[in-house]
């Protein structure tokens, strides 16, 4: 389903998953020109719908969002419970080598996120952080842009978790502006980080749900 201001990957009695697109914000923020976001717009179409989880404002691909306040606890639950699993797909400044020396095999980074209150919203990584795990795997080299295209798996879901861990590589993503270097940033128009997967259980039937969503970059 598609409309003018959303795309519809799936609807039914108890949730919707949505496409977000980079640039738009997924909740209203402060001041008059950041109340047109994709919850606002959803809820246009669908009254009862409701937030269980975001991506940056740049970054574009798979939300969830739940509908009615039952199903938004039973997704609350979900996610805090990590029973949610999701996937990304991003490209990275420089030719990063993959974690191990067997192909398609998955490295770790395991580093607590701190907000850096007198540069919020920036992160960054310091002892007294929280607990925050991200798992990645090389998929492809290109050696005329000096670029890597990588799949990652968030374990836990801090604010610009992704971003922030693919810094502490020295790798990171095109067109951060918060987090890369002049030349990152300038090798993009956008941020190139996209949910591509969504992995869940049915709140109500307990049915294993998978959703998937092309890369656009």
């Known amino acids: 389903m598609q409309g003018p201001d959303i795309v519809v990957i799936h609807v039914d009695d108890a949730l919707l998953v949505l496409e977000k697109p980079s640039g738009l914000l997924c909740v209203p923020g402060r ?27 740049a970054t574009s691909g798979l939300l969830l969002m739940a509908r009615g ?10 996610f805090a419970s990590r029973s949610v699993h999701k996937r990304y797909v991003a490209v990275v400044d420089g030719l990063l080598e993959p974690p ?16 850096d209150w007198p540069n919020r919203p920036r992160r960054i990584v310091h002892p007294d952080g929280k ?12 050696r005329v842009t000096q670029t890597t295209r990588v799949e990652l798996e968030p374990i836990t879901g801090r604010s610009h978790q992704l ?7 020295n ?7 918060l987090y890369g270097t002049a030349s990152s940033q300038a090798k993009a128009d956008r941020l190139l980080l996209h949910a591509t997967q969504l992995e869940l259980l049915h709140p109500v039937s307990q049915k294993k749900l998978v959703f998937s969503s092309s890369t656009p970059f």
């Open 100 to 115: 191990t020396k067997h192909p398609g095999e998955w490295g770790i980074i395991d580093l607590p996120i701190l907000l």
């Open 131 to 142: 607990p925050s795990t991200t798992c990645w795997r090389v998929i492809s080299q290109d």
């Open 69 to 78: 306040a039952t199903a938004q606890q039973e997704l609350n639950h979900a």
């Open 31 to 57: 001041g008059e020109e950041k109340q047109d976001c994709l919850s606002a717009r959803t809820q246009v179409h669908f009254p009862d719908a409701l937030v269980v989880h975001r991506l940056d404002m």
């Open 171 to 177: 790798h990171p993503i095109l067109a951060d502006a």
């Open 163 to 169: 971003r922030l861990h693919l810094q502490t590589l």
